[in-house]
T-cell receptor
Framework: GAGVSQTPSNKVTEKGKYVELRCDPISGHTALYWYRQSLGQGPEFLIYFQGTGAADDSGLPNDRFFAVRPEGSVSTLKIQRTERGDSAVYLC???????????FGEGSRLTVL | AQSVTQPDIHITVSEGASLELRCNYSYGATPYLFWYVQSPGQGLQLLLKYFSGDTLVQGIKGFEAEFKRSQSSFNLRKPSVHWSDAAEYFCAVALSYNTDKLIFGTGTRLQVFP
């Protein structure tokens, strides 16, 4: 597709469950970012991939959060033992090599009951 | 660590009025600065960016922003607001052009009255 695609757009789960959120970046974009946006807040950085490797994972809040990008394209954000505080919109963005602009998807809204 | 402050949580203006949204950053050197807009149910869209050179930058939708090093500010302006400009606006900073994460401010919600 032309833009960054995120699935699912909405996910409701129960506390303690495991969740996977998928991001399909713009074709050819080498860098991929995950952000989390809570209600009334700005996007909060989680992790950044350059190709297949995580270049910066300093924003992951704890070891329940993990992300992969095995082939340098699609990425999956994985959240184990979800907590109510994990409820937020998870945003994915991608960037072309040598460029500064991030292109964002519409996000995956996660609700933990 | 760098940070971004948007002092105004919510701004209301009348359609046709001028607009200025404030943004201040904290960083020792000159950062790379961005303004993004987020409309309900849509992804973040880049309005404009400053990397170097002319401190007054033009963006899409009639927006402009001015980088003022002495004030560590990057305020967004528009001379005449349209009802369709109602949205959330985020200022962001990065340490490098294309190898670093963006740090976002908390946003300013713009409401436009007819």
């Amino acid at each position: 597709g032309a833009g960054v695609s995120q699935t699912p757009s909405n996910k409701v789960t129960e506390k303690g469950k495991y969740v996977e959120l998928r991001c399909d970046p713009i074709s050819g974009h080498t860098a991929l970012y995950w952000y989390r946006q809570s209600l009334g807040q700005g996007p909060e950085f989680l992790i950044y991939f350059q190709g297949t490797g995580a270049a910066d994972d300093s924003g992951l809040p704890n070891d329940r959060f993990f992300a992969v990008r095995p082939e340098g394209s699609v990425s999956t954000l994985k959240i184990q033992r979800t907590e109510r505080g994990d409820s937020a919109v998870y945003l994915c963005a991608s960037r072309a090599a040598g460029e500064g602009e991030l292109f964002f998807g519409e996000g995956s809204r996660l609700t933990v009951l | 660590a760098q940070s971004v402050t948007q002092p105004d949580i919510h701004i209301t203006v009348s359609e046709g009025a001028s607009l200025e949204l404030r943004c201040n950053y904290s960083y020792g050197a000159t950062p790379y600065l961005f303004w993004y807009v987020q409309s309900p149910g849509q992804g973040l869209q880049l309005l404009l960016k400053y990397f170097s050179g002319d401190t007054l930058v033009q963006g899409i939708k009639g927006f402009e922003a001015e980088f003022k090093r002495s004030q560590s500010s990057f305020n967004l302006r528009k001379p005449s607001v349209h009802w369709s400009d109602a949205a959330e606006y985020f200022c962001a900073v990065a340490l490098s052009y294309n190898t670093d994460k963006l740090i976002f401010g908390t946003g300013t919600r713009l409401q436009v009255f007819p």
